[in-house]
């Protein structure tokens, strides 16, 4: 199978890339190569993923759409995973026009050239937890209204599920949204939460702790958020039946939305305290109140993506984090000779 993995040099696409090839596929991947986080990273992911047969790499940004056409014609993918996105809640206050280029203006980019290059058999793309804004009903369920994003990251990737709808409805094209909830692991973004703290805590540097500690995530591994997009690229949606529910009609379009987390909301203090036990020093910790476009609790209904494909994560935070703390320390005893 050819698949088209953009954001190949990112943290999931990475993963992805990887398990694929693997199993014997052949990865086309895309990336820009942003400067959001340490690209030194990003270029390290990719040097190992190229050196492996089967794999070629272009760097594009989606937003040019036509050298992403020409692109996406040669290597004529059979799959499509986008996870290409400008990523991060806070920055997205800070810098907007980033996530409606790369968000929204690439995303259509990207299924333009699908549509017009044809036989893509299944386009599986990246939405976002965040797309449930303060909702507080929980947990989540791909049923409950997602009409109040309360930061413009989570509005873009609303947005994707909206515009992969109509393409679906319109062209026939099959697509499925996966809402990640909170990924963490092994080459992880230095952005994050778990990654943050734990270069504070080896460094003896205080952590910044929001809303005073009184948060929830449901993080999930990343081996489990790959097992999970391979199960579903092999189960593109069919036709909806048309039925009436609560005054709206279901669409027949052959599109499918999906939870992908670990439906086990971690306090965030429990979760600092199994990384002070694997890095075996404790944080020098500073509490601070809610930051804007945060919210308090994600937590993954996980029934649907169960029923259509048998997975379930398995992966609790007490295995995982330190994982990733042992990452951390070899990779960076090797590239930045911190001692760990």
Known sequence: ?????????????FHLASRLLRDGCSVFGVDNLNDYYAVRLKKTRLAQLL?????????????????????????????????????????????PLAYVNSNLVGFVNLLEACRHTGGVEHFVFASSSSVYGANKS???STDDAVDHPVSLYAATKK??????????HLHGLPTTGLRFFTVYGPWGRPDMGYFKFT???????????YNHGTMQRDFTYIDDVVEGIVRVMAHP?????????????????????????NHQPIDLMKFVEIIEN???????????????GDVICTYAQMDDLYHAVGFRPTTPIEEGLPRFVQWYCEYFSIVEQIAC
């Open 1 to 13: 199978m050819k698949v088209l993995v953009t954001g190949v040099a990112g943290f999931i696409g």
């Open 51 to 95: 050196a492996q047969p089967h794999c070629s790499f272009q760097l594009l940004d989606l937003a040019d759409g036509i050298h992403l056409s020409e692109f996406v014609t040669t290597c004529r993918p059979d799959v499509v995973v986008n996870l290409a996105a400008q990523a991060g809640v806070r920055y997205s206050i800070e810098n």
């Open 138 to 140: 929980v947990p989540f």
């Open 159 to 168: 947005s994707n599920e909206l515009i992969a709808h109509s393409y679906s």
């Open 199 to 209: 270069d504070a805590i080896m460094r003896g540097e205080p952590i910044q702790i």
């Open 237 to 261: 949606p069919q036709d909806s039946v048309e039925t009436e529910t609560g005054g709206a009609y279901l669409s027949k379009a052959r599109y499918k939305i999906y939870n992908l987390g």
């Open 278 to 292: 694997a890095v075996g020093k404790k944080a020098n910790k500073t509490f601070l109140p809610m930051q804007p």
